[in-house]
């Protein structure tokens, strides 16, 4: 559309509807030099040019018709998504206040009375097709705008996944483990979540919404890693008891570091407030035996306690440097015997139940032996600075 110019009116297309070919005839004369000007003698004909590729701007339409009248060709023609927002004009002899009431309401523009006056209705034509096209301007204005919106949202939360995958890829660059631990752990929360989704337990907390925030938060888990020294985070044997707590310290770490990170911003953001959740207690214990905080039961947070079975499942089945693969039924029998003590029993129990999801994730996203040689090279490099 040229928004630029204030002709609206040049060449639109009229559609007439009348059963009368004398009146057709004195429509078309009356109209034609401004407009182009269709016809049709029956209201299921008007309905089909109505609904065409090429729709008419305007519809001139008779009420007294034989198999179906005027009104019920408006009823029609506004209850279509394609055709409703196409401007009726009722022509009719019908001159009762109660006609005119009922054309309106079924959702005309107007309603001439017969006979017609020529300059009253090319300046009542005129006058709707300038709403028309102004309306049109708006609507296409405003579906254009949407449109920007929508895409720009989707662009802020493309740059916004990927900030936080950089992040927490950051933090598994300088640990053991191999370069597809995150893609496959919020995976696995996913697949869990929406298997608890209809629990009693869960229904309220599992919305669609926080399924989304918890896919999106999942590889934030361990970003606390990033303050272990590298002699202890690198250390491919058993930690001393010292060491083993300056380990534990990533959860704190991790909540310490997103919670600044929204401190800066000045205000919560939902997805870091189940990111802060996970990264702190995603090694919470069912029976209270975990840390930071031995929390226990329900006191753990949902989102940790998914986040507990995917991040040692993953464990469990994945290659590091001192240690070779589990099988996934070694694995799924580790989770299993963890029902109850280490997890949750209900999201063991759909872990059980979306066993085959899991090993088609972790068969989507396999770690390489260039990923396992990178890991040795850094770790070389690190314990060579760290000497």
């Known amino acids: 559309m040229d928004t630029g110019t204030l002709d609206f009116n ?54 007294m018709m034989p198999d179906m009248d005027g009104y019920e060709v408006c009823r029609r023609l506004k209850a279509n998504p394609r055709t409703r927002d196409i401007p009726v004009i009722f022509l009719t002899a019908r001159s009762e206040v109660e006609d005119e009431q009922k054309g309106l309401a079924l959702g005309a523009a107007d309603y001439i009375t017969k006979p ?12 709707q097709l300038s709403l028309k096209a102004s309306a049109d301007f708006l609507r296409n204005k405003n579906d254009f705008l949407e449109a920007e919106v929508t895409r720009r ?39 869990l979540a929406e298997r608890l989704r209809p629990h009693p337990r869960f229904a309220d907390f599992l919305t669609e919404q926080n399924i989304r925030l918890l896919f999106k938060s999942a590889p934030l888990h361990d970003i606390g890693k990033v303050g272990i020294p590298d002699r202890i985070l690198l250390k491919p044997g058993r930690f001393e008891p010292h060491e083993l707590e300056i380990m534990k310290s990533h959860t704190l770490l991790g909540k310490d570091a997103i919670q600044l990170a929204e401190d800066w911003l000045g205000k919560p953001v939902e997805f870091l407030t189940l990111a802060k959740e996970i990264a702190l207690c995603h090694q919470e214990k069912w029976d209270g035996s975990g ?97």
């Open 153 to 191: 949202t989707m662009e802020l939360e493309a740059v916004q996944d990927v900030t936080i995958l950089a992040m927490a890829s950051l933090a598994e660059t300088r640990d053991s483990e191999t370069g597809k631990h995150l893609l496959r752990t919020q995976r696995y929360v996913k697949a």
């Open 291 to 387: 840390y930071p905080e031995g929390l226990s039961g329900d006191s753990i947070p949902v989102s940790a306690r998914l986040m507990a079975v995917a991040d040692v499942y993953d464990a469990l089945i994945s290659r590091r440097l001192y240690k070779e693969p589990m099988t996934h039924a070694q694995a799924a029998q580790i989770i299993v015997d963890g029902r109850g003590s280490h997890f949750d029993p209900d999201v063991v129990d759909a872990f059980v139940a979306v066993e085959r999801e899991f090993q088609l994730i972790a068969e989507s996203f396999p770690d390489s032996d260039e990923d396992l040689q990178k890991k040795i090279e850094f770790l070389a490099q690190a314990v060579a600075v760290d000497v």
């Open 116 to 127: 017609i006056s020529p300059p009253i209705l090319r300046a009542r034509v005129a006058t």
């Open 10 to 63: 040049a060449r639109a297309t009229l559609l007439v509807v009348d059963d009368t070919p004398d009146n057709l005839a004195l429509m078309s004369a009356l109209l034609r030099d401004s407009y182009q000007v269709k016809v049709a003698t029956q209201g299921e004909k008007g309905l089909r040019i109505a609904e065409s590729t090429s729709p008419p701007d305007l519809i001139l339409l008779d009420v």
